[in-house]
């Protein structure tokens, strides 16, 4: 690890300063600071890496109390070494300095030093070496869904599920 990065986990960090940070990774999130603002306030820690005081990475782990979640992992691409091959989205690539790999840890401590049970992650592509890397396993069985919330869901009755037919 590089002396020169300055790690700190925190409750929050400023919304705006996030923004920046995902923009500048050119990271599809949300440009509603409020929005920023609520996931700030409803995630248990972040893990900052700075070096000279610009935000480089961060880390974001959420959690229940029972299950945990490293929710981002997010290095800007200039550290992640040589085969950092997309140099976009802030995916971890190549940790070749060690900093995403101390960000992820932190994160993971702290929900198991909160009592987690269970931890997990979602990984991308190249994300997915990252993770094996630090520990995580691929969970056999598991398939990934998504709902669009701006797409209405079928209402339970039309779907047929309450029981109630007939």
Do not use: W
């Amino acid at each position: 690890m590089p002396a020169d990065v300055a790690y700190e986990t925190v409750k929050a960090i400023d919304p705006e300063e996030l923004l920046t940070f995902y923009r500048k990774q050119h990271h599809e999130t949300t440009h509603d600071v409020a929005k920023l603002q609520r996931m700030v306030d409803n995630t248990f820690c972040f893990v900052t890496a700075r070096r000279e005081g610009e935000l480089i990475g961060i880390a974001r782990g959420v959690t229940d109390g029972v299950r945990g979640q490293l929710a981002d992992c997010k290095l800007d691409p200039q550290f992640q070494g040589p085969a950092c091959i997309t140099r976009k989205d802030g995916r971890i690539e190549h940790d070749s300095l060690g900093i995403a790999r101390e960000m992820a840890l932190r994160v993971i401590g702290a929900l198991r030093e909160y009592g987690c049970e269970r931890i997990t992650t979602l990984a991308y592509g190249t994300e997915v070496d990252f993770c094996e890397e630090i520990g995580f396993r691929k969970a056999c069985g598991l398939v990934v869904l998504h709902l669009d919330p701006g797409v209405s869901a079928p209402v339970a009755a039309e779907a047929g599920v309450l029981g109630n037919e007939g």
